[in-house]
C-alpha cells in the first residue's frame, strides 16, 4: 500500500513578509534605531496589501525586533534605547521599582573553548575565544559576577579598553562597535556555593548560596554569539521573569 504524498506546509503571506523583513534588518538595511519605510511603500516593495505589511509588523514587534513609536513611525529596536536597554536583565529587588545597575569591569583574556560552552556557541573545541568579566552593582551593592564568552572572530580587536570607553549596556556595545543584535537568549538557573573568587568580588563568605544563570544569547539566524555566566546574590533581590 502507498503512502500519500505529503502536502507542501503552508506559510501564511503576512509570515513570507515577516521573513523577508528579517532579511532586510539581517543585512544591515535598517540599522539599530533607525526608522523602517512606511507601511504603504512596503506593501508597494512586497506587491501586498498593506493589511499584510501590518500583521507582518506587529509580528516583529512581537518579538522585539522592531519598535512602533505613535505618530513617529516604526524602528528597528535597538539595546541603546530605553525602551530596550536592560531588556534581558531580570534581577529586580524584592520591593520598589527595577533597579538600573552600575558596571565594573574586571578583565579580559583570550582563550581556547571547550566543553559546554563550545557546544552552546557552536564552535569547534581549541577555537579561539575572549573571555571578560564584570561586576554588577544594584544601588551600590555587588550582586552579580558575570562572565561572558564570545566568539574571538566576531569581535576582532576587542580590548577592555574598548569595552571601559562605552558607556552604555554590553549588548549596546555589540551593537555599535560590531553590528552584532541580540535578538533573543535562553536561560538555565541553578543553586551554586559561592567558591572563594566569586565570594571576595561579592562580599560574601565561601560557601554562601548564589544563582547561576547561564544565558546563550543569539543573534538573527537563530546564531549564538554569547554565552555568560552571572552569580547572583538573592539577598532583598530575585530573578524576575514575566511569562504570557
Not at 112 to 126: D, E, N, Y
Not at 180 to 185: D, N
Not at 212 to 234: F, H, I, M, S
Request: charge should be positive; aromatic fraction near 8%.
Amino acid at each position: 500500500m502507498s503512502t500519500p504524498p505529503t502536502l507542501p506546509a503552508f506559510r501564511p503571506l503576512y509570515d513570507q513578509i515577516r521573513a523577508l523583513l528579517i532579511q532586510s534588518l539581517e543585512s544591515g538595511e535598517w540599522k539599530p534605531g533607525e526608522a523602517i519605510p512606511p507601511e504603504p511603500d512596503l506593501a508597494a516593495r512586497f506587491g501586498v496589501s498593506q493589511g499584510t505589511v501590518r500583521k507582518a509588523i506587529d509580528a516583529l514587534a512581537a518579538d522585539n525586533l522592531l519598535l512602533r513609536r505613535q505618530g513617529k513611525g516604526t524602528f528597528v529596536a535597538s539595546h541603546a534605547g530605553p525602551d530596550h536597554r536592560h531588556r534581558f536583565l531580570r534581577i529586580v529587588p524584592d520591593e520598589g521599582p527595577k533597579v538600573a545597575p552600575v558596571s565594573t569591569l574586571i578583565d579580559l583574556v583570550r582563550d581556547k573553548v571547550s566543553g559546554p560552552v563550545a557546544r552552546a556557541l557552536q564552535l569547534r573545541p581549541g577555537s579561539s575565544v575572549i573571555r571578560f568579566r564584570r561586576l554588577l552593582a544594584f544601588a551600590g551593592r555587588p550582586l552579580v559576577l558575570d562572565e561572558m564568552v564570545l566568539p574571538a572572530t566576531q569581535f576582532p580587536r576587542l580590548t577592555l579598553e574598548r569595552l571601559a570607553e562605552h558607556t552604555g549596556s554590553i549588548y549596546a556595545f555589540y551593537e555599535e562597535a560590531y553590528g552584532v543584535r541580540m535578538i533573543r537568549a535562553e536561560e538555565r538557573l541553578r543553586s551554586v556555593a559561592a567558591e572563594a573568587e566569586p565570594a571576595r568580588r561579592l562580599g560574601v563568605e565561601p560557601g554562601s548560596p548564589l544563582l547561576c544563570v547561564d544565558r546563550t544569547a543569539y543573534t538573527y539566524g537563530n546564531v549564538p554569539v554569547e554565552w555568560r555566566r552571572g552569580l547572583c546574590l538573592t539577598d532583598g533581590y530575585g530573578y524576575f521573569n514575566e511569562l504570557a
